[in-house]
């Protein structure tokens, strides 16, 4: 089955998958996230790939949030027996060890900004808006935002953006700690792709771990994350890619990475 709503590539260790329905604002449907959770799946079932960039097509959206006309006319019980969207979780955050980059390019609302914080780096375009604006369609956000967006930016600013729906620009989010970085509009998928490939330069069960370790800052008591932490950098301590890294240091040479 080909893809029809999102688009694909890979360019040497990078993945780049774009979503592709700008028309629509590249609005998030069923099919945007079977997708999606496919191609999450090639990436992390491919070794030869080692991170991964989504960003949206065209300058206005990265994506404008879950497809309103696939939900208005669905009733409560369709939400519930289907479990509607409940597999980004499971499918895409939890099934990716694998670092990867959300490139926002424009709007990024309500499930838009929510996939944008599921990304493990989130970097913006300066043209980048982030809002959770499903109160004014009288629910409210239904894949974390509530959650996501108030350990990334806090209480204040999270509930503010919740209970009114309002837009933040690029820099505000940049200030928020909600991205990484912003740069010029021209330069975002360069700016993402320079990054990734960077990640996909270090040692890729090192990059694994790394990420497992700040993901558990947020699922745990820093005692048990400090516990945590010291146990997979002993572990990483026994892989080869160790006895490499160490040994191309005091050699003065790159290292060469076996993901051993
Ligand atoms: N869904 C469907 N179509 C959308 C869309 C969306 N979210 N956003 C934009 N579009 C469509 C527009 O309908 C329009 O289509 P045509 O009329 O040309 O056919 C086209 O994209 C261009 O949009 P506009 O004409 O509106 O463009 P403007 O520049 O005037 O405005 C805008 C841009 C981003 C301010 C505006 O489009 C807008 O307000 N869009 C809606 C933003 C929004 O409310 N997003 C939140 C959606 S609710 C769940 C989990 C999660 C969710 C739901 C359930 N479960 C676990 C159950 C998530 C919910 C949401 O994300």
Known sequence: ????????????????????RPEALN??????LEELIRAFAEFEADPEQRCLV????????????ADIKEMAAMAAADFYAADFFSR?????????RKPWIAAVNGFALGGGCELAMMADITIAADTARFGQPEIRLGVGPGMGGSQRLTRAIGKAKAMEMCLTGRM??????????????????????EEALKLAEEIAAQPPLAAIAVKEMVNAAFETTLEQGLIFERRVFQVLAGTADKAEGMAAFIAKRPGQWTGR
């Open 1 to 20: 089955m080909d893809f029809e709503t999102i688009r694909t590539e890979t360019r040497g260790p990078v993945a780049l998958v774009t979503l592709n």
């Open 27 to 32: 609005a998030l449907n069923s099919r945007v």
């Open 54 to 65: 989504l960003t949206g097509a065209g300058d206005k959206a990265f994506a404008a949030g």
């Open 88 to 96: 980004w979780t499971s499918h895409i955050v939890k099934a990716t």
């Open 168 to 189: 933040m620009d690029a820099s505000e989010a940049e200030r928020a700690g909600l991205v990484a970085r912003v740069v010029p509009r021209a330069q975002l998928l």
